[in-house]
T-cell receptor
Framework: GAVVSQHPSRVICKSGTSVKIECRSL??????MFWYRQFPKQSLMLMAT?????????EQGVEKDKFLINHASLTLSTLTVTSAHPEDSSFYIC?????????????FGPGTRLTVL | GQNIDQPTEMTATEGAIVQINCTYQ??????LFWYQQHAGEAPTFLSY??LDGLEEKGRFSSFLSRSKGYSYLLLKELQMKDSASYLC??????????WGAGTKLIIKP
């Protein structure tokens, strides 16, 4: 159990376009999902925490108008990178928390590689 | 402030044992996680410690000392497939993970 999927796994887009990334918990209800960004040879950087049915909480320095997060159901959260630019090229990873476990382990999706030309 | 420290890179020989250390400072503490991450892939869960002591799981073991703010991941009988980055992450009082930069482990034949 505790499987998280992400779609797409890889996307290449032109500068100025918007890209939507989906994160789904396949076999459990995720009350909270996290969105991370990882640049090459660096660790994960938390972008925002998304709770089902409420607005996401963004980390300092992350533009909420540029990175739109929606968590409309207990199994789906989306991240939309609006007006993407080459500096937004990165590996985007989501994770979901299964509240059935006592220690709030985060289950990670496989990641989405975004390349902005 | 909150901080996680772990070595940037380590090298070990196939079949040997390696210990990856991690020290942490967090606002509150709800456990210490170790994840493995191969290049271009998402992290995969290895271990979780919230009480002091050693947790053994096959070839991998993880140790925690809460009083020292210290943990280590011990890998035995190293295999080439163990070449990866190993991420240490501490969970703070808000149940948020504070991540280390990761330790790149290089295994040589």
């Amino acid at each position: 159990g505790a499987v998280v999927s992400q779609h797409p796994s890889r996307v290449i887009c032109k500068s100025g376009t918007s890209v939507k990334i989906e994160c789904r918990s396949l076999d459990f209800q995720a009350t909270t999902m996290f969105w991370y960004r990882q640049f090459p040879k660096q660790s994960l950087m938390l972008m925002a925490t998304s709770n089902e049915g409420s607005k996401a909480t963004y980390e300092q320095g992350v533009e909420k108008d540029k990175f739109l997060i929606n968590h409309a159901s207990l199994t789906l959260s989306t991240l939309t990178v609006t007006s993407a630019h080459p500096e937004d090229s990165s590996f985007y990873i989501c994770s979901a928390v299964n509240r059935e476990f006592s220690y709030n382990e985060q289950f990670f999706g496989p990641g989405t590689r975004l390349t902005v030309l | 402030g909150q901080n996680i420290d772990q070595p940037t890179e380590m090298t070990a020989t196939e079949g040997a044992i390696v210990q990856i250390n991690c020290t942490y400072q967090t606002s509150g503490f709800n456990g210490l996680f170790w994840y493995q991450q191969h290049a271009g892939e998402a992290p995969t869960f290895l271990s979780y410690n919230v009480l002091d002591g050693l947790e053994e799981k096959g070839r991998f073991s993880s140790f925690l000392s809460r009083s020292k703010g210290y943990s280590y991941l011990l890998l035995k009988e190293l295999q080439m497939k163990d070449s990866a980055s190993y991420l240490c992450a501490a969970m703070d009082s808000n149940y948020q993970l504070i991540w280390g930069a990761g330790t790149k482990l290089i295994i040589k034949p």
